[in-house]
């Protein structure tokens, strides 16, 4: 047995042994699916649909910012 099946085997069987453990885990998993959502809602909006109609818009409008972006350089 190599040493990364024994250090998989070790954790494995330490998450299967959990009692309390599980629950904190799935609370800590629901908390951060919660708090990227909110952050995506809110503080990340799709800024290139709101400014575009068409595929090609969206694309001139990215070259035209990364361009500008470059020159200010």
């Not at 954790?11 to 299967?16: A, T, V």
Request: hydrophobic share 50%.
């Amino acid at each position: 047995m190599s040493v990364f099946e024994s250090i998989f085997k070790f954790y494995l069987d330490g998450f299967r042994s959990m009692t309390v453990g599980r629950k904190l885990w799935a609370l800590i998993i629901i908390k951060l699916i919660i708090i990227f959502a909110v952050l995506k809602l809110f503080f990340f909006p799709d800024f290139i649909k709101s400014r575009c109609d068409t595929e090609s818009e969206c694309a001139d409008h990215v070259r035209n910012e990364l361009l500008d972006s470059n020159r200010n350089y």
